[in-house]
């Protein structure tokens, strides 16, 4: 059994799932009285559903009063009655819980953002870094290699996958600035293969600057 909510407030609409697959004929799902079924794919009948094993009935339900409930209450298959093995505890509250529960939710969406504004920082410090490390390499020497390497690395892009590696080295426990130089590499990797996807594809730019293979050749862009 599987619900959309396990915490829902009075008259507030939830659904329910119901699969049964290791029997065969009539199944009857008996609720706590107190659940009114809005609707189901199935018979309805007071707090309970008929449907036809093996297979799955959907319900759309609410409570009238606030309360703890258990879901279902007995299920019973061609007239015998079976204790239920997998029940969900659902939790109506009142208006002045609802209060609450906004409370507690607001603190929890101030939290993730605490969180989200933390991760960017940190990607964004290591973005620079990687950045700043490629510019190194790439300064070692003026030749028309290097000057090729430098055009579409100095055109911009995000650095997504070597933010993400220092980002997983530093969750696993590592020092993501001793490891700056493999993340760099793995950019340059990227980028080798954008300059190969340019020139098989024929495109002729690439971050809004001229692709390698058309402004260095593409003798030059493959190396």
Excluded: C, W
Aim: charged letters at 25%.
């Amino acid at each position: 059994m599987e619900v959309s909510r396990t915490e829902v407030g009075i008259n507030e609409k939830f659904s329910i799932k119901v699969r049964v697959e290791d029997v065969s004929g009539s199944v009857t799902i008996e609720f706590p009285r107190k659940m009114v079924i809005v609707e189901a794919r199935g018979r309805v009948r007071g707090s309970s559903v008929e449907f036809i094993a093996p297979g799955e009935v959907e319900i759309t339900a609410l409570f009238k009063e606030e309360g703890t409930y258990t879901l279902p209450t007995y299920i019973a298959v061609n007239g015998t009655l079976l204790i239920p093995s997998n029940t969900v505890t659902v939790s109506v509250v009142g208006p002045e819980n609802l209060e609450y529960l906004e409370k507690s939710l607001r603190s929890k969406l101030a939290d993730l953002r605490r969180r989200f504004r933390t991760l960017h920082e940190k990607a964004m410090r290591y973005r620079a870094m990687v950045r700043e490390a490629m510019a190194q390499v790439l300064s070692e020497s003026e030749s028309l290699l290097f000057q090729a390497a430098r055009h579409l690395i100095e055109a911009g892009g995000k650095l997504v996958r070597p933010v993400l590696f220092l980002l997983a080295v530093e969750f696993s426990g590592g020092d993501p600035e001793q490891l700056v130089l493999a993340a760099a590499g793995a950019e340059f990797g990227h980028v080798a293969s954008l300059i190969h996807d340019d020139i098989i594809d024929g495109d002729e730019t690439r971050r809004g600057v001229e692709a390698v293979h058309v402004r260095y050749g593409i003798p030059l862009a493959i190396l």
